[in-house]
C-alpha cells in the first residue's frame, strides 16, 4: 500500500493496471522488431511474462477477459468489414473448397490421433479433432498493415476461416448437447429457427438501418463510430442468444457494414486506429497470458502428448493449404500466405477445449498441450505471414507497375466549405491507394479590390481540407494564388503542377457575366486537356447502392476512355456499389470487352441500350435517389461530342435535382494552356474549334462505315 493505492503483486488498481498494457503495446513491437520478430509475437510473449504462469504482475481477471474478448470480436469485425465481398463472390469455389478442406483435413488426422493413437471413445475423439479445425486471425494485423486484406490469398481464408469455425461450433453444438441430454428434435428446430433468424436480421435488415443511420449523420465521425461498435456487440450479442459464438455476429456485423463504410474513408481510418492500438493488444496479451510454459515439465507423457498436438496441428494446416494450392495453381508465396493465417489457433480452441474439460471428454494433458498449440501456432503463424505476405507486396507491387505505370495527379477547386467533404472524399476515392501523390487543394481568388478580404476566408477553406483528408492519412497539399480570373489561376496551376485529374463542385447558378463571358467550367474546358469531374453530391458517397452511367456513342475512341472506365470501376469497389452502363450497342461491346480483360478490378456489371439521345431526360425513370449517376460529356469538336448533350447542365438541373450526379470531361491531346492563342481565348471566353471539328467529322464518317 502507497500513499493508499494497492501496489501489491499482482496488480488489481485499474490505472497501474491499463498503464502496463500500454506500456507492452507501445514497446514490445519496437523491441523485438530489431530482432526482426513480428510485434504480434511480442505482445503475445509478454503477456506469458506478466501473467500469472510468468512473474505474475497481472491477474487474467474480469477487466483483461472482458477487453481481450472485445479485441477477439474486433478482429472479426474488421475480417468481414476488410473482406473484398466481390473476390468473394468470384472465388466463391475456392473460399468455399479451401473452408472445407481446412475443416475436413485436420478433422481426418485429428480423429486418427484420438481413436487409434490416445486410444479415446467416440465423442472424446470428435471433440479433439475440432480441436485441430479450429482457426484464428491472431495475423490478421500484419496482413492489414501491409494492405493486402483484399487480395485473394486473404480473402479466400478469412471466408474458409468462418466456413471451418463455424462447422465446428455447430459440431460442438451438437457434442453439448448430446452430453446434456438435450438431443431432441424440438431443440434443434429451435436452434434452426433462432439461427437463420439472427442470420437475416444481421445481414438484410442491418444494412437498411445502417445506410439510414449514415445518410442522416453524415460528417458526424463519432457518431457514427458509436454506432459502428454498436452493430458489432449487438450482432454478437444475438449470435449468442441463436446458440453461435459471438464470434461468427461479429463478423457477420463487419459483413453487413462492409459496402457502406469504404476502405479510405475518415470513420475506416477511426475503426482501424481503436482496434489496433486498443483491443486488439489486448487480445494478444491475454492470449499469452493463458500459456504455461510448466506444463512441458510435468512428465514425459505431457510431452509425448504435447508433441503429438503440436505436430498435428501445424501438419494438417499445411496439408489442407497445400491441396488449395494444387486444385487452384496458387503460387508457393500464396499458399505460404494461406497457410499461415489459417495456422493459427487462439481464441476457438482454447474455448472448445475448456468446455470439453468441463465436460470430462478430455483431461489435464490435452488442456495442456491445447494451450502450447496455441502458443506455438501463433509463432510460426506470425512469422509466416510476415515473411509470405511481404513477398507477395513485393510480387503485387512488380506487377502494378507493369500494368500502371502511368503517375496520377488530382486536383480539387475548393469555394464552397459546405462541399469540401464531399469533394475530399470523391478525390480519394477515385485516386489509387498505392499513388505517393498528394491530393492539391486549390483556392483561387481574381485579383480585384476584395482579394485581401478574401484570402483569410479561403485560407480557412483549405485548413478544412486538410482536417477533413487527415482523418484518412490522406495527405493534402494546399495550394492558393490570386489571379486575374478564375478559370486562368486554376488553368496555370494545372499546368504548373502537372495535374491530370481535375475535381470541381457542381453550381446551378449562373450570373449575368457567365452568360455573358462563359462560367469557369465554359472557359476550362477549351483549353485544358486534362480528365475533369464536375460532382455534386446530394449523400454521403457510402450510402450509394448503383453507380449508372451514360456513355455516348463513340465514347471508346477517345483517348480518356479506359481512364475514366478504370477510375469509375475504382469507385464502385471502393464503396461496394455495382455498375450499369448505358449506351449503344457498339460502346456497349467495346465497354464489357475492356472489363473482362482487367481482372484486377471484378464488379457486378450491367449493360442496357440507349439510343433517345435527344430526349436524355428519359432516363430519370430508371434512376432512384440512392443511385450516384455518371454522364461522359465530350468536349466540343471531340469524337464524341453531341449537340444534344450541349444542354445537358440546364438539364441536370430542370430534371435531376434530387439526384447525385457526375459530369466526367474524358482526358484529351493536343493542347497546350501556355500558347498564347489560348490565353487570349479564355480572357474573351472563347475558343476556335473550327479545324478539330473538321477533323472529327471525318472520323465519326469513318466510325460509322467500319460500324
Known sequence: MLLGIDTSIPFHEPVIVFAIVLL??????????????????????????????????LERDGAIHLFGTVGLLYIMFLAGLEIDMLNIKTSGKKTLTFGLLTFAVPFILGFILGKYILHYDILSTVLLSILFSTQTLVAYPIVSRLGITKSQPVTITIGGTIITDTIVLLVLAIITNIVRGENTLQYWLEFAAGFIAFIFFVLFVGPYVARWVFRNIAGEGGSQFIFVLTVVFLSAFLSQLAGVEPIIGAFLAGLSLNRLIPHKSPLMNRIDFVGNNIFIPFFLISVGMIVNLKVLFTGTYALYVCGLLVFTALFSKYIAAYITQKIFGFSKVERNLIYGLSNAHAAAMLAIALVGFQLKLIDENILNGTIIVILISSLVSSFIVSIAGKNYVIEKSARQLLEKPIDERVMVTISNPETIPALIDFSILIKEQQSLEPIFALAVIEDDKQAAKK??????????AIKHASATETKVEIVSRVDMSISFGILRSMKELGITELVMGWTDKYSAADKIFGSVLDNILPSSEQMIYVVKLIRPINTFRRICVLIPPYAEY??????????????????????????EKNTLQRIEEANILNKNIQLQYEYSEFTDWGNFES????????????????RKGSVSYMSEFENIPRKLSKHFGDHSFVLIFPHQSGLDITDINFQKNILSGSVIQGSIETVNKIGKSVFKRNK
Open 24 to 57: 507492452i503495446t507501445l514497446f514490445s513491437p519496437i523491441i523485438l522488431n530489431k530482432i526482426k520478430v513480428p510485434g504480434i509475437i511480442g505482445m503475445i510473449i509478454a503477456g506469458i511474462i506478466v501473467g500469472p504462469h510468468g512473474f505474475n504482475l
Open 455 to 464: 484570402i483569410p476566408e479561403n485560407k480557412k477553406m483549405l485548413e478544412d
Open 558 to 583: 477517345e483517348i480518356g476512355f479506359i481512364e475514366w472506365l478504370h477510375n469509375i470501376k475504382l469507385l464502385a469497389k471502393q464503396t461496394g456499389t455495382s455498375c450499369i452502363f448505358w449506351g
Open 619 to 634: 432516363i430519370n425513370e430508371n434512376l432512384s435517389v440512392s443511385d450516384l449517376f455518371f454522364i461522359i460529356k465530350a
